[in-house]
T-cell receptor, first 109, second 115 residues
């Protein structure tokens, strides 16, 4: 069964770039990798998704290497309000949606 | 456009009882997925319904079941509750169109406590 692995936590400072890598072996060939952000007492919120190479939107970038065994979420110039838990989501072989364990990002002033 | 709504927001039940949770997706969305979130296990996928049919299922025992109605609203039922079922149950809606993307919109969740 596929396993999705992320670092448990990361600390950063305002204005810095934060990069979170998720390892996801054995994912389905044609499926997207999606990242979510979750604040306390709220449901996760969609940030970005990608299939391969690089995707950028107004809040983040997503880098996916050719082998698709990992992906990196990049948050440019973080602010205090970016303190949250970030999850990667992939569709594993066997059609099982698998969330990573989540990375708790703490942005300090 | 209204977001995903879940009812009730909080629930306290006793071991052995059963519980039904409700989810109303975003208007026009045909897919509803359910997740269990606990501090120890994180976010775990329960099942997905699309057009009243279960399309995808996680690794949970048969005590966990769901259904979807013709208006896309969904219910999740847990029978014979166990202490370990205490969790935040999240519902997410999406267009459900195949293309293997998972841009889902989550509700605020139902906090279930089993005593």
């Amino acid at each position: 069964l596929a396993k999705t692995t992320q670092p448990i936590s990361m600390d950063s400072y305002e204005g810095q770039e934060v990069n979170i890598t998720c390892s996801h072996n054995n994912i389905a060939t044609n499926d997207y990798i999606t990242w979510y952000q979750q604040f306390p007492s709220q449901g996760p919120r969609f940030i970005i998704q990608g299939y391969k190479t690089k995707v950028t939107n107004e809040v983040a970038s997503l880098f996916i290497p050719a082998d698709r065994k990992s992906s990196t979420l990049s948050l440019p110039r973080v602010s205090l309000s970016d303190t949250a838990v970030y999850y990667c989501l992939a569709l594993a072989a066997g059609n099982k949606l698998t969330f990573g364990g989540g990375t708790r990002v703490l942005v300090k002033p | 456009k209204a977001g995903v709504t879940q009812t009730p927001r909080y629930l306290i039940k006793t071991r052995g009882q059963q519980v039904t949770l409700s989810c109303s997706p975003i208007s026009g969305h045909r897919s509803v997925s359910w997740y269990q979130q606990t501090p120890g296990q994180g976010l775990q996928f329960l099942f997905e319904y699309f057009s009243e049919t279960q399309r995808n299922k996680g690794n949970f025992p048969g005590r966990f079941s769901g259904r979807q109605f013709s208006n896309s609203r969904s219910e999740m039922n847990v029978s014979t509750l166990e202490l370990g079922d205490s969790a935040l149950y999240l519902c997410a809606s999406s267009s459900g169109n195949r293309g293997q993307t998972y841009e889902q919109y989550f509700g605020p969740g139902t906090r279930l406590t089993v005593t």
